[in-house]
Structures are given as C-alpha cells and as structure tokens.
C-alpha cells in the first residue's frame, strides 16, 4: 500500500512539474504550439 501511495504522490509530483513548466513555456514563446503529454495531448493557442 505504501509503495502506491508513493507511486501517486510521484506521478501528481509530476503532473504538476510538467504543468509548471509548460506554462513557463508558453509564456517564454507565445507563439501556437501543441505539446503531447503522456497522460493527454494539450494544445495551446495564444489569444
């Protein structure tokens, strides 16, 4: 049980990681980019 719980705190960990760092991007480039996770492919389009 311990070690699931610890694979679960590692991949939201991650999630938000990710999360973080492709906000950063986005903001560095402002341009239209898609970016594929391995959970669910995100697009993100500037306004």
Known sequence: ???LNKKSNILV???S????LT?????LHQKKYCIY???QSVCYIPI
């Open 17 to 20: 990681t990710i999360y973080f």
């Open 37 to 39: 996770l391995l959970y």
């Open 23 to 27: 906000k950063m991007f986005y903001i």
């Open 1 to 3: 049980m311990y070690i």
């Open 13 to 15: 960990h991650l999630k």
